[in-house]
């Protein structure tokens, strides 16, 4: 069978911590070219992964022949590249948040469709094993409903992740357009929803710079969900969590509690109204400091060998971006939102 030809487009942080590295042990692919406009760096990634190196993305879509591309660069550029990339015939992996606006998800959405090609969101949230096995569980109907959740993800800051440190475009408003919940809260959004299976239908978001200098981004959010179902929970999203990171979500339901991520070693514990705790040692979410295979590209070349839609698709990623963009409006209107 012939190699899935694949280019990245973008090659910071996420781009070498994973999905290069995951497209490069995956046998049905070949990484044939990079863009950044960085030039050593996307020389040396290069070098170490064979492919040709363009510091200008829309030249390498005009030269090079592909099936696939990965977009791993700031958040404004998610929507021109992607649609840039599937008006060339090409299936689209994008990272979160989706893009800058709803009006821009939806044109991707309608750029894949009008062009027959695949468009895949980067929530990998989904596929870390600890929320793999809470779906599971919560699908097994032992729990019952769930009435309230929390759903807080938080960590020191992109300065410790980003490739640019504190030059990075994640601290830059017109590149990056939100901050922390651009960063993480969209993907608590995302989580909720399909661990749920459940839409959200009204937002109220308290959003702000709380310690962040020099940045007109956000750094903090705490966002108060009622989801269709009824049940209501918050959200959290943080760069200021400066040591202990959080990436937890406690779902209280009518036959007990399950913990997700709240004990380290014990990813998974669920204590029933009976009496019975269970816990889970299924392994450790992924952290900034130490990183698991995502998931999220072996799934993309799936989905493309055997001709299967995604299910991580720009639909869902649009659900799930219009989620946080609910919370900033509830924040500047001061009002809660319907969606
Ligand atoms: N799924 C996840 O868990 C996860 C984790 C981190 C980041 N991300 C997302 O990945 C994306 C990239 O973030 P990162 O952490 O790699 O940031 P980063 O700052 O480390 O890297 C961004 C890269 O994009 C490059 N770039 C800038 N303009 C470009 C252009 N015109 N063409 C090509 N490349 C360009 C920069 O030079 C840099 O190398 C963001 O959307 C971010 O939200 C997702």
């Known amino acids: 069978m012939n190699k899935i030809k694949v280019a990245v487009l973008g090659c910071g942080a996420i781009a070498q911590r994973r999905h290069i ?30 492919g040709k190196a363009y510091t200008n993305y829309e030249e390498l879509l005009k030269n090079e022949k592909l099936d696939a591309v990965s977009v791993c660069s700031p958040n404004y550029l998610h929507a021109p590249m992607a649609i840039a990339a599937a008006n060339a015939g090409l299936h689209v992996l994008v990272e979160k948040p989706m893009a800058a606006s709803a009006e821009e998800g939806q044109e991707m959405i309608d750029a894949a469709r009008k062009n027959g090609v695949y468009l895949m969101i980067g929530h990998n949230q989904r596929l870390m094993p600890p929320h793999v096995k809470a779906k599971e569980i919560l699908d097994s109907g032992k729990l019952g409903r769930v009435l309230t959740f929390r759903t807080s993800f938080g960590h020191g800051g992109p300065e410790g992740w980003s490739l640019d440190g504190r030059e990075s475009w994640f601290f ?33 978001g308290f959003i702000s710079t709380i310690h962040k200098d020099g940045t007109d981004v956000d750094d903090n959010a705490t966002c108060i969900l009622r989801m269709e179902s009824g049940a209501v929970g918050t959200l959290m999203a943080s760069w200021t969590q400066y040591r202990s990171g959080d990436n937890s979500t406690v779902l209280w339901c009518e036959n007990g509690v399950m913990k997700i991520g709240t004990v380290e070693g014990d990813e998974v514990i669920v204590e029933l109204t009976n009496g019975t705790i269970e816990t889970y040692k299924v392994g450790a979410m992924a952290t900034n400091e130490k990183q698991v295979p995502s998931g999220v590209i072996d799934e993309f070349v799936n ?31 001061g009002k809660i939102v319907k969606l």
Do not use: W
């Not at 901050?179 to 959004?189: F, P, T, W």
């Not at 060998?305 to 639909?315: A, M």
């Open 172 to 204: 830059q408003k017109n590149k990056a357009i939100m901050g922390a919940m651009g960063d993480l809260g969209v993907h608590k959004s995302d989580f909720i929803r399909y661990l749920l299976n459940d839409e959200v239908a009204e937002v109220a």
């Open 303 to 333: 989905c493309i060998l055997t001709n299967t839609p995604p299910s991580i698709s720009g639909e869902e990623g649009l659900r799930s971006l219009k989620v946080i963009l609910a919370a900033f409006e509830s924040q500047e209107t």
């Open 21 to 50: 590295p995951e497209y490069a042990s995956n046998e049905h692919v070949e990484l044939v070219a990079f863009a950044d406009p960085n030039k050593e760096r996307v020389e040396a990634v290069a070098r170490e992964y064979g």
